[in-house]
C-alpha cells in the first residue's frame, strides 16, 4: 500500500498539529510519560530538536551515557524513545549533538517536575493523580464573570511572603495554613503568585523561567502545589498567576539554542534578544513555538485549575525596538516598530484560550498606549479581557509622593485617569515593581511624620477601591511595612507588635470588606454608567469628589482629601434629597485615625451646588477620605402654586349681582386698566415662579455657605 494513501495515526496527527502551530495540548505527547512496551513499565520521551544530528536520554539509570538510550527521529523535528524500569523522581536530561560536533546537556522543555536549585536536570513525574474538591469554587466561576463581580487581588512572592523561624521556605501545603485563612480574613478576592515555574535564579523572582510545564520544586511537588490551590479555592479565593511568554534566560541547559542553534528564539539577534535583560526572546512566527506557548498557558489553566493568567511584559512583544536604540532593530515589512507576529501570537492566544474556558482570565502587563489590548479580536483588539493600568499606578505615586503643597499643582495625576479609564478593562495595580529596587515601600512614599505617612496610605487607598477598575495590592503594603519588598526575606510580620500596624491591618481589612460589601464599588467598573463626577476640579484644595453607581442606580458618595487640612464644613452637591451616612471614614481611631467627621446623618438641603439642586455639608478630616450613602429619601419637593391663579375665580364679572352700586362695578373695572399698563415682566413673574428661580443668583447664594 502506498504510504501516501495510508490513514494518519494518532500520533502522526498530534506532530502535524505541532509542527503546523496549531497543537495546544502538546504536554500530553510531548516530554516524558509513564508507559508500558511489550510487558515492561517505563517511560516514554519525546523533544523537539529540529538541527540536531542525535538525541539520547541520559540519567543515573544509565550512569548518563549517550550512546545507552538513543531516541529516533519520528518527523517535523521530534526525536522518540522508551526507557524501561524508570520510576517517578529519576532524574534525566537530554544529551544532544549538534550539527557542528558539540555535545549539549539540556532540561526537558516539557518536564512537569525538576530538580530544585543548583541542579538543573528534570525528574520524572506523572500528573493525574491529585483529587480536587473545589467544584464548586468552579461552577461558582463559571456562573459569576469577573466583569460584573468583586476583583480586589493580592500579590504574593511565595518565597517571602511568610518562612520559617530560621529563615527556610515554607512548602506550599505549610504556608497554606497560613495563606488560606490569611487572605479570606482580609477580604481579597484572589491570590496572585508571581512565577511559580521553574527557575534556576531566585534573584529573578521566577520572570526568567526554565520549565513551562513545571511548578518550582522550591517549595515541594506539582501535587502540593494543587493542594495549595485547591484549598484557596474551597476557601472561595481564586488564583491568578504570572506567566512569561516574553522571553527566556540564556542558561545553557534551557531552552537558550536548545539544539545548538537557534531553536525557540529568532535567529536574528536584532529581534531574539533583549541585551538589557540579558534574555532570548520567542520567535512567536515558528509554529513549533507557538504550539509550546499555547500548550503552557493552558496547561496552567487546567492541570492545575488557574483562574487566570497575567502574562507578563506584552509592551516587549509588541513593539521591535523595544529597549533597543537605532540601529539595533528591524522594522516590519511596513516599517513600522510592531512585532505583528507577536500580535498575531497573542491574539491567537487569547482566542484559543477562551474558546476552551470562557471564565478565565487574561490579563495583559502592556505599558504603554497600545489601542484595544482588552478588546476581542473580532473588534480588533489583542483579546485579553484585562490590563494593567500602568499609566494610572504612575501618575497617582507620583502626586503621592509630592508634599500637599505641590500636590494642587500636580492636581491632573489623580484625575486624569477618569477620562480614558472605560477605554480598556482595567486593573488598578499597586504591584511588586512599585516597592522594590529603591523605589521604598507604600508607606515610605509618604511624605510627612511617622503618623502621617499612616494617614496617607488610608486615603490612598480609599481612592484606589473606590475608583473605576479591578484592584491589586503587593504583600505587606496592607500593614504598613516599613522596609521595600526584599526577596531574600519573610515580611516583617513583626510589625504586628506595634498598634498603628495592628490598626493599618484592620483599616485594610475593613476597606476590602466594605468594598465586596456594595455592588456599586464593582458592579459597573467599566462604564460610564458606573461613575460621575460630583466635582473634579478642586485643586487648590487637593480635594476630589465622586459618584460611583451599581446597575441598580443604588450609589456612594466618595470624597477624597488630599490636603493636612481640616474641611469642616464642605459643601457638595448630592443626586437626590435625603439623609447621607457616612458608612466609612479613614480617619477613624480604629484605623489610627483621631475620630474626626460625621457621626450622625447629614441632610441635604435645597441649596444647589456643583450643578445639583440640592446638596450635604459634611465635615472632612486632613488628609482623609470618607464614603457617604444616601440611607433615607426625602419626597420630592413640591412646587408652589401662583397667587393670581388662586384669586381668579372670585374676580369673575359673571358672579356680580344686577343691582350691585357703580362703585363696585367701577372697582371692579379697574383690574383691566391695570392688565393694560401692567409690564409684561411682572406679570410673567407672578405667573411663571419657575422663571423667578431661575433669575436669582445661586453662586452668590452658596459661597457664603461653602466659605
Not at 512537569?112 to 536536570?121: L, S, V, Y
Not at 505641590?406 to 484625575?415: A, V
Not at 500596624?501 to 485594610?508: C, L
Not at 344686577?658 to 407672578?686: D, F, I, T
Request: aromatic letters at 14%; hydrophobic letters at 35%; proline letters at 6%.
Amino acid at each position: 500500500m502506498d504510504r501516501r494513501n495510508k490513514p494518519a495515526t494518532a500520533g502522526e496527527e498530534i506532530i502535524k498539529a505541532y509542527t503546523n502551530g496549531e497543537a495546544i495540548r502538546a504536554w500530553e505527547f510531548m516530554g516524558s510519560h509513564a508507559q508500558e512496551r511489550d510487558g515492561q513499565w517505563g517511560y516514554i520521551f519525546r523533544v523537539w530538536a529540529p538541527h540536531a544530528a542525535q538525541v539520547a536520554v541520559v540519567g543515573d539509570f544509565n550512569r548518563w551515557e549517550e550512546e545507552a538510550n538513543p531516541l529516533s527521529p519520528i518527523g517535523g523535528g521530534l526525536w522518540e524513545g522508551f526507557v524501561p524500569g524508570l520510576d517517578r523522581y529519576d532524574i534525566y536530561k537530554y544529551s544532544i549533538r549538534t550539527r557542528d560536533g558539540r555535545t549539549l546537556l539540556k532540561a526537558d522543555p516539557y518536564a512537569f517536575h525538576a530538580e530544585t536549585r543548583p541542579g538543573t536536570a528534570s525528574k520524572l513525574y506523572e500528573l493525574g493523580g491529585y483529587q480536587w474538591q473545589d467544584h464548586s469554587w468552579l461552577e461558582y466561576r463559571k456562573k459569576n464573570p469577573v466583569y460584573h463581580r468583586p476583583l480586589n487581588i493580592y500579590e504574593v512572592h511565595l518565597g517571602s511572603w511568610r518562612r520559617t523561624g530560621e529563615g527556610e521556605f515554607l512548602s506550599y501545603r505549610g504556608i497554606a495554613d497560613y495563606l488560606v485563612p490569611y487572605v479570606k480574613e482580609m477580604g481579597f478576592t484572589h491570590v496572585e503568585f508571581m512565577p511559580l515555574t521553574e527557575h534556576p535564579l531566585d534573584d529573578s523572582w521566577g520572570y526568567q523561567c526554565t520549565g513551562y510545564f513545571a511548578a518550582t520544586s522550591r517549595f515541594g511537588t506539582p501535587d502540593d502545589l494543587m493542594y495549595l490551590i485547591d484549598q484557596l479555592h474551597q476557601a472561595g479565593v481564586g488564583v491568578i498567576l504570572d506567566w512569561v511568554p516574553a522571553h527566556f534566560p540564556k542558561d545553557a541547559f534551557g531552552l537558550y539554542e536548545f539544539d545548538g542553534e537557534p531553536c525557540y528564539e529568532y535567529q536574528d539577534m536584532r529581534k531574539g534578544e533583549h541585551a538589557d535583560w540579558g534574555t532570548r526572546v520567542f520567535d512567536y512566527g515558528r509554529s513549533e513555538v507557538r504550539s509550546f506557548l499555547f500548550s503552557s498557558a493552558l496547561f496552567w489553566l487546567e492541570m492545575f485549575h488557574i483562574d487566570g493568567l497575567r502574562v507578563d511584559a506584552v509592551a516587549s512583544m509588541l513593539y521591535l525596538d523595544y529597549g533597543r536604540q537605532g540601529g539595533e532593530w528591524v522594522p516590519n515589512i511596513h516599517g513600522g516598530n510592531e512585532n505583528l507576529e507577536a500580535v498575531d501570537f497573542l491574539q491567537k492566544l487569547n482566542e484559543r484560550i477562551f474558546a476552551e474556558h470562557d471564565d478565565v482570565m487574561m490579563i495583559a502587563e502592556e505599558s504603554t498606549a497600545w489601542p484595544k489590548v482588552s478588546h476581542p479580536v473580532s473588534e480588533g483588539g489583542l483579546g485579553f479581557n484585562l490590563k494593567w493600568n500602568m499609566g494610572w499606578m504612575n501618575d497617582v505615586l507620583h502626586y503621592m509622593k509630592l508634599d500637599p503643597y505641590f500636590r494642587q499643582f500636580n492636581h491632573r495625576d489623580i484625575t486624569f485617569s477618569f477620562f480614558y479609564a472605560f477605554s480598556e478593562n482595567f486593573i488598578l495595580p499597586l504591584s511588586h515593581d512599585e516597592v522594590v529596587h529603591m523605589k521604598g515601600s507604600l508607606l515610605n512614599k509618604m511624605p510627612g511624620t511617622y503618623e502621617e505617612q499612616f494617614h496617607g496610605v488610608r486615603v490612598f487607598y480609599t481612592y484606589m477601591l473606590t475608583h473605576p477598575g479591578k484592584k491589586l495590592l503587593m504583600m505587606g503594603s496592607e500593614f504598613g511595612q516599613w522596609n521595600e519588598w526584599h526577596f531574600e526575606y519573610s515580611l516583617d510580620w513583626h510589625l504586628m507588635d506595634n498598634e498603628i500596624n495592628r490598626k493599618t491591618q484592620a483599616f485594610f481589612k475593613a476597606a476590602n470588606h466594605l468594598y465586596l460589601e456594595h455592588p456599586a464599588l464593582w458592579q459597573e467598573d467599566f462604564s460610564w454608567e458606573g461613575f460621575e463626577w460630583i466635582y473634579a476640579d478642586d485643586n487648590q484644595a487637593n480635594t476630589i469628589s465622586f459618584i460611583r453607581k451599581d446597575d441598580k442606580g443604588d450609589f456612594l458618595v466618595a470624597v477624597c482629601n488630599f490636603s493636612p487640612v481640616d474641611r469642616t464644613g464642605y459643601c457638595i452637591g448630592v443626586p437626590v434629597p435625603g439623609a447621607y451616612t457616612c458608612i466609612f471614614n479613614t480617619d477613624d481611631e480604629d484605623f489610627g485615625g483621631q475620630g474626626r467627621g460625621d457621626k450622625e446623618p447629614v441632610k441635604s438641603t435645597y441649596t444647589p451646588c456643583h450643578g445639583r439642586e440640592q446638596s450635604i455639608i459634611i465635615t472632612l478630616p486632613p488628609m482623609s477620605a470618607v464614603i457617604y450613602k444616601c440611607t433615607r429619601k426625602f419626597p420630592p419637593r413640591r412646587k408652589k402654586e401662583a397667587k393670581l391663579a388662586v384669586k381668579a375665580p372670585a374676580a369673575k364679572p359673571a358672579l356680580r349681582k344686577a343691582g350691585e352700586k357703580p362703585a363696585v362695578k367701577e372697582k371692579a373695572g379697574k383690574p383691566a386698566l391695570r392688565k393694560a399698563s401692567a409690564k409684561p415682566a411682572v406679570k410673567e413673574k407672578s405667573l411663571h415662579p419657575a422663571v423667578r428661580t431661575k433669575a436669582q443668583h445661586p453662586a452668590v447664594k452658596k459661597s457664603p455657605k461653602e466659605g
